[in-house]
Nanobody, 122 residues
Framework: EVQLVESGGGLVQAGGSLTLSCAAS????????RGWFRQAPGKKREGISC????????YYAESVKGRFTISSDNAKNTLYLQMNSLKTEDTAVYYC???????????????WGQGTQVIVSS
């Protein structure tokens, strides 16, 4: 059984930083595309960053480009999202996703975490 467990969310002031982690079991993350999504209140879930498994290429949504960095630790089987210069509009529940197809921007991830809340205050 594939399990993804996120951590690292919380309350932070605008301009601050947080690092989200997604620890995986039951699957080797790096064998598949994996990424981060978020859903703000009243909005659709959006993909914000991902890594393709075939060439390691990364994708960032325009809204987070230059501020967020996605990375993966093979030894720990963990996916990370470093978030800097946070804005109030980054407030959302953040989900990691795994067992995806290449390129990572394709829809159809088969494993999802439970989500972690990020609140950015002004």
């Amino acid at each position: 059984e594939v399990q993804l467990v996120e951590s690292g969310g919380g309350l932070v002031q605008a301009g601050g930083s947080l690092t989200l982690s997604c620890a995986a079991s039951g699957v080797t993350l790096d064998d598949y595309a994996r990424g981060w999504f978020r859903q703000a209140p009243g909005k659709k879930r959006e993909g914000i960053s991902c890594i393709s498994s075939n060439d390691g290429s990364t994708y960032y949504a325009e809204s987070v480009k230059g501020r967020f960095t996605i990375s993966s630790d093979n030894a720990k089987n963990t996916l990370y999202l470093q978030m800097n210069s946070l804005k109030t509009e980054d407030t959302a529940v953040y989900y990691c996703a795994a067992v995806g197809k290449n390129p990572c921007t394709q829809l159809g991830y088969d494993a999802w975490g439970q989500g972690t809340q990020v609140i950015v205050s002004s």
